[in-house]
């Protein structure tokens, strides 16, 4: 059942939405689950673990911001922000402030997952089905494992291969919150090299608990993700190249827009699925909303055209390549200039990992590693310049990391690309205070154990 995140996805939003009376669901919003209607049953468990989906797909995690916040942080010769939202211009100009909404609602709608994934673990006692039971705990650790993976690569420095890592990290939360008697109003901040290293470990058991089932292959993506970012590239090579000649999921040759019009592609190990009655937002949120600017069908205007290609950027793509031809298009709708084709749909699914992914950590694994596991640094790199109808070039890490570029632009990759490259940001060195999120004003009053990151 390849499909079962995005199924899973579809169903969460349908599921709540009808089942609202029930008390299990009602209380959602305020992250926690009353111990007076504690989960007793696997059908108990099962549902809070779809609800766990359901926060995954807001406009505040992947619905939107994981997607679009770190590429208009960086969007330095990349991305204009013209849009009225100040919350997203302030980030755009590396201007925010502790109080910035975007920010908070990121960060309490990733713990807010965490809360539940938390919860699902700790009943998951009361599923007496072995295979059953495996299943709703790995894909419990999969959702906790990537929350705080995304909270710790937004609101901490970057991981650094060559240091300790013992800066401030993000809060570990294992323990859920059920009651107010749960709360506890003084935890401190782990460091960043304990953030990654219970990352790892909750998609490593994830990936073992879901053996046998295909879904472990979004997990294995992740955790491909999270090595890269910490320069274990001998891993995220092994995991890579697993995924590719292993999972169900192959490299769509046909359209370059296919990826992101055809729901459950070929290409989409993890997508959050979206349709006309559940969906991430069409005004406010939503992809989109602020990427897409042309008039449909009717006359009508699809997108905010807020954000919109920098002419840098799309002058920078050779002669030909089709994901400058094919993914780039003049806008019609609210704003003119330049958008990209990837976010066109109100209600389509979005990819957030996707196998081109792992023929890039692939390559560039390879040539640092000077390996060839699974194919030459330069198979995989002209596999995907073949496609966008480019010929082939000899590697090297400036041209692994160019073509990484262009294949994943606006999927949300570019401020963790360029800090782990270490990489500036216009005039932002990589580990410049500025390129790291503050601690919301918010939690800082409620959590007295926190403290606030340089330079708020």
């Not at 990654?196 to 491909?224: H, P, Q, W």
């Not at 749909?345 to 990819?351: K, V």
Request: one cysteine or more; charged letters at 20%.
């Amino acid at each position: 059942m390849k499909n079962y995140y995005k199924n899973i996805l579809a169903a969460s939003i349908m599921i709540l939405t009808a089942s609202s009376c029930k008390k299990q669901l009602e209380i959602e919003p305020r992250q926690s689950i009353s111990s007076e209607v504690a989960l007793s049953t696997t059908a108990d468990v099962q549902n809070a673990l779809i609800g766990a989906y359901t926060v995954l797909a807001t406009g505040d995690l992947y619905g939107t911001n994981l997607v679009f916040l770190p590429d208009i942080y960086a969007n330095n010769g990349y991305l204009n922000w013209t849009g009225s939202f100040s919350t997203y211009r302030d980030i755009s100009n590396k201007a925010i402030i502790s109080t910035n909404v975007d920010v908070l609602r990121t960060w309490v709608s990733a713990y807010k997952a965490i809360n539940v994934a938390n919860t699902v673990l700790s009943a998951s006692g009361v599923v007496t089905n072995p295979a059953t039971k495996n299943n709703i705990e790995g894909k419990a650790l999969f959702i906790r494992g990537i929350m705080h993976f995304e909270l710790v690569r937004l609101y901490a420095q970057p991981f650094d291969a060559a240091g300790t890592n013992n800066g401030l990290g993000v809060p570990i939360i294992t323990k859920a919150v059920q009651s107010t008697s749960d709360i506890v109003t003084n935890v401190p901040r782990n460091s960043i090299a304990d953030v990654y290293t219970a990352v790892e470990n909750d998609l490593k058991s994830s990936i073992t608990k879901l053996d046998g089932a295909n879904e472990k292959y979004a997990s294995m993506a992740f955790l491909a993700r999270v090595y890269l970012q910490e320069g274990k590239y001998a891993l995220a090579r092994d995991l890579a190249n697993d995924i590719i000649n292993n999972s169900p999921y192959s490299l769509i040759t046909t359209s370059l827009e296919a990826p992101f019009r055809t729901r459950n592609s070929n290409e989409g190990i993890f997508e959050i699925a979206q349709n006309e009655q559940s969906n991430a937002g069409s005004s406010n949120d939503g992809l989109a909303t602020f990427y897409a600017s042309y008039e449909n069908s009717t006359g009508g205007n699809v997108g905010r055209g807020d954000a919109n290609v920098n002419t840098a950027f799309y002058n920078a793509f050779e002669t030909g390549d089709k994901r400058q031809t094919d993914l780039i298009y003049t806008g019609t709708g609210a704003k003119n200039g330049l958008f990209t084709k990837k976010w066109y749909d109100y209600f389509g699914n979005i990819p957030v990992a996707r196998i081109t992914e792992q023929y890039l950590i692939r390559a560039e694994c390879n040539f640092r590693l000077s390996t060839v596991i699974g194919a030459t640094p330069a198979a995989d790199i002209n596999r995907l310049r073949l496609r966008a109808g480019l010929g082939n070039v000899v590697p090297t890490l400036a041209t692994i990391l160019n073509e990484r570029e262009k294949e994943l632009a606006y999927e949300g990759f570019r401020l963790h690309d360029y800090k782990r490259t270490k990489r500036t940001i216009g005039s932002f060195v990589y580990n410049d205070p500025k390129l790291v999120f503050p601690i919301p004003d918010r939690e800082l009053s409620a959590n007295k154990g926190l403290v606030q990151n340089p330079g708020y």
